[in-house]
């Protein structure tokens, strides 16, 4: 191993652990890592931009832009709203539609945003009720990660892992969708015989959820028609893509263009909104894991892997499936899989079948992060919305129930992923 490996190694710990223990601001770590790669020449600055995934970063600011649009008009509020009106106030059936709403718009949409709107409606509907939110929040959270794994804008390693393999959104639907739907089943009937003692109807609550009015929800008609044609663009346009021949951020960055241009809101403050932080973390770490990428020791991990596992793909599909879920349950999921990719590229220049490796890393990443509080985005926010109104989930709370559950789902992936790849 010689010194540019030793340094880039070195760099990538510190990176890591400074963003594991959260002191310092992901972002800058994230940027000050790629800097250091520059300054110590393990990259230079056009091999450093040459290794950021543009299609990633595109597709989250495309989506970033159309969901902040969407926001204002009002149409997440009266979903939550009129689900919680056709439940006829029963706290058991609100939590399950809105775990299932929640899977299906982090689906569509990605699990960061969705937990951000669903969040604030749950804890309004849960004040009404005069119940507790925490079994609301902590389910929505893994149905946010769980929904997210389905499609490739769902959650951010699915958007590296398309751009990388070039599977499309289709590919995602068919591949990972069958499974996502059996675990998400499954944990709405753990989840009501858990939380099956809090979640008791009380005489009121009917009456109560019948007060509300779901249509005072909507704050522009005209906005909500024209979000609904453009969402509906944006999905068949990720659907297509590939058949196309575009990529998916032309898709996201045309749909948020139509709705900037049709939607009469100021561009300036829906342009703000974005979560530039994030898109600058992703940019630093792209430069970061390039560095170790450069100087061969991604591919030595490949050869090392291979060996170990003999070449051997379902063994070798097992193994990043596990490695991905635990390592995600502990550490962001988005720079473990920055670090995955290459190594999975290297293994296919070596001649062997990575496709199952691809399914693989995508349901432990982003299955793996209801492992812990920490294990992804989602978690953290969530979480911070019910600590600021007075409902905190500790990370022991979490534990408890988060990681019996991440298992459970990776032994279920394990199941599906052996009948499709390994029978």
Known sequence: MNTQQIIAICIFAVVMILIISEKIDRTVVALSGAALMFLFKIVTFEEGISHIDFNTLFVLIGMMIVVAIVKKSGLFEYVAILTAKISKGDPSKIMVYFMIITAVLSAILDNVTTVLLIGPMTLVISDILSINPIPFLMTQIIASNVGGTSTLIGDPPNIMIGSAAGLSFGDFVVNLGPVIIIILLLLVFIFKFIYRKELVKSPQSEELIAKLDEKKAIQDKTLLVKSLFVLLVILIGFMTHSKLGIESSVVA???????????????????????????????????????LSNTGVISMLAKLLVTKTHGNVVLT????????????????NIP??????????????????????????SLGACLGGNGTLIGASANVVLASVGQKHGYPITFKDFLKIGFPIMIFTIIISTIYLTIKFAI
């Open 317 to 332: 599909m097992f193994l990043l499936l596990w490695i991905s879920a635990i390592v995600s349950s502990f550490l962001d």
């Open 336 to 361: 473990f899989v920055a670090t995955l990719i290459p190594l999975i590229l290297t293994m296919h220049t070596q001649g062997m079948d990575v496709i199952p490796l691809w399914w693989a890393t």
């Open 253 to 291: 960055i045309t749909g948020a263009c139509i709705l900037l241009l049709i939607g009469k809101q100021d561009p300036h403050e829906i342009i703000y909104s974005v979560e530039w932080p994030t898109i600058a973390f992703f940019a630093g770490l792209f430069i970061v894991v390039g560095g």
